[in-house]
T-cell receptor
Framework: EAQVTQNPRYLITVTGKKLTVTCSQNMNHEYMSWYRQDPGLGLRQIYYSMNVEVTDKGDVPEGYKVSRKEKRNFPLILESPSPNQTSLYFC???????????????FGEGSWLTVV | QQPVQSPQAVILREGEDAVINCSSSKALYSVHWYRQKHGEAPVFLMILLKGGEQKGHEKISASFNEKKQQSSLYLTASQLSYSGTYFCGTRVTGANNLFFGTGTRLTVIP
């Protein structure tokens, strides 16, 4: 079954304690991305990756890091989490955008993160 | 580059129709529509590519006006299952990113 898998799904952590949210897809997709969702603000992109070893900042990259060492994995790293990073996080993937076609983005189930 | 959606929220009775609009300040290559139930992942509805096409999916359809840089999602004869938050995602011409609007919360009541 085609899917994007995120872990953990729920996490409560303390300010400053480094954490990593993993994301893995089994569709051989080149494009992967992280979004955060906050009430009234919709989905805002944190980072995205067009392929292995290629990453770029989205709208709200501050306080986050990513890496793309393998095609299937795209972990999100919070080096020193703060309460304003409390949010619902989604990982997403799609096949490489082509100029003349549309590509569906597949979302993971989401990770609820609370930083106290 | 975040698109603007309207309305922010709408309440319908079963069987009524609704239109959700999505507009961008930049030239668009494609528009994606998603529906999200509370606490769940967004679910893909449809993609519209530049060229002014219109698509349909049962009683949910959408149009894309490339000139006006806007798209509209049409829900006809709404059902209780249509409740959720609808997001449009826009891809600007020449870019690879997809930016999402702030969402429209649709509630269908009996």
């Amino acid at each position: 079954e085609a899917q994007v898998t995120q872990n953990p799904r729920y996490l409560i952590t303390v300010t400053g304690k480094k954490l990593t949210v993993t994301c893995s897809q089994n569709m051989n997709h080149e494009y992967m991305s992280w979004y955060r969702q906050d009430p009234g603000l919709g989905l805002r992109q944190i980072y995205y990756s067009m392929n292995v070893e290629v990453t770029d900042k989205g709208d709200v990259p501050e306080g986050y890091k990513v890496s793309r060492k393998e095609k299937r994995n795209f972990p999100l790293i919070l080096e020193s989490p703060s309460p304003n990073q409390t949010s619902l996080y989604f990982c997403a993937s799609s096949s490489k955008p082509q100029m003349f076609s549309g590509n569906t983005i597949y979302f993971g189930e989401g990770s609820w993160l609370t930083v106290v | 580059q975040q698109p603007v959606q309207s309305p922010q929220a709408v309440i319908l009775r079963e069987g009524e129709d609704a239109v959700i609009n999505c507009s961008s300040s930049k030239a668009l290559y494609s528009v994606h529509w998603y529906r999200q139930k509370h606490g769940e992942a967004p679910v893909f509805l449809m993609i519209l590519l530049k060229g002014g096409e219109q698509k349909g999916h049962e009683k949910i359809s959408a149009s894309f006006n490339e000139k006006k840089q806007q798209s509209s999602l049409y829900l006809t004869a709404s059902q209780l299952s249509y409740s959720g938050t609808y997001f449009c995602g826009t891809r600007v011409t020449g870019a690879n990113n997809l930016f999402f609007g702030t969402g429209t919360r649709l509630t269908v009541i009996p």
